[in-house]
């Protein structure tokens, strides 16, 4: 019902900056909340940041201050704007959108197929 597609990934070094793009289609309309997770390997999938219909931003401890989450609505993509980069923010980053519970439908989060940031030098 809803596809993300991930862009912008790659190889980057300390204290640098990314930028990724997820691009949403579909049944968009069911959708009141995106935003970015991330998983190293051996952990856990956290929050990196999320953005509601309504504008309404968060962002996980480790990134304030460092990471900013945007929208286009012409071009229904969410954006996460990384700065100051650390070996720390290697990971798998994964698109999320939140469809939330309704009369016809439960509530049910699509993602995408992941990229991987790796900062090194």
């Known amino acids: 019902q809803v596809q993300l597609v991930e862009s912008g990934g790659g190889l980057v070094q300390p204290g640098g900056s990314l930028r990724l793009s997820c691009a949403a289609s579909?049944?968009?309309?069911?959708?009141?909340?995106m935003g970015w997770y991330r998983q190293a390997p051996g952990k856990q999938r956290d929050l990196v940041a999320s953005i509601t219909k309504g504008g309404s931003t968060n962002y996980g401890d480790s990134v304030k201050g460092r990471f900013t989450i945007s929208r286009d609505n012409a071009k229904n993509t969410v954006y996460l704007q990384m700065g100051s980069l650390k070996a720390e923010d290697t990971a798998v980053y994964y698109c999320n959108a939140h469809r939330p519970r309704s009369s016809l439908r439960t509530e049910y989060d699509y993602w995408g197929q992941g990229t991987q940031v790796t900062v090194s030098s």
């Open positions: 579909g049944s968009i309309f069911s959708i009141n909340a």
